[in-house]
């Protein structure tokens, strides 16, 4: 394996980024009769550590994944900020979640989840298994 090394060895490492995808919310955009437009992004390692320590009950053995999705979303939509305070009191509601579950559909959360989680290399193509190698 010392041949992946030097490969890795020889990346520029200010190449490697976060990966993004912009994605349009249809329902949104037909309201405003424009596009609506989220950039999305990975969520790094640390940062994900961090929301799974929030929705993990280790007592009851229990994750909270309609709180996992909330934290993911306000991590991962790098454009617009959800945690900017004209556009929470533009839909009168208090905090960057609650702006969340006012926009969003469940269908829409679930999606925009499943998104940044591809993004952050969750996914059956983010790795590939070498065999007979």
Not at 98 to 119: A, D, R, V
Request: net charge negative; charged share 30%.
């Amino acid at each position: 394996m010392g041949q992946t090394l030097d490969m890795l060895l020889k990346l520029d490492r200010s190449k490697i980024k976060k990966p993004e995808k912009s994605v349009e919310i249809k329902r949104l955009s037909e309201l405003s009769g424009s596009p609506v437009i989220f950039i999305c992004e990975a969520v790094m390692p640390d940062k994900m550590q961090e929301i799974q320590d929030m929705v993990l009950d280790v007592k009851a053995q229990n994750v909270d994944v309609n709180e996992m999705q909330l934290l993911t979303i306000l991590a991962g939509v790098k454009e617009p900020s959800l945690k900017d305070k004209d556009l929470m009191d533009k839909f009168g509601v208090p905090t960057p979640k609650e702006l969340i579950l006012k926009l969003f559909l469940p269908g829409e959360i679930s999606n925009l989840y499943g998104i940044i989680s591809g993004l952050s290399g969750y996914g059956a193509d983010s790795v590939t298994e070498i065999k007979n190698l």
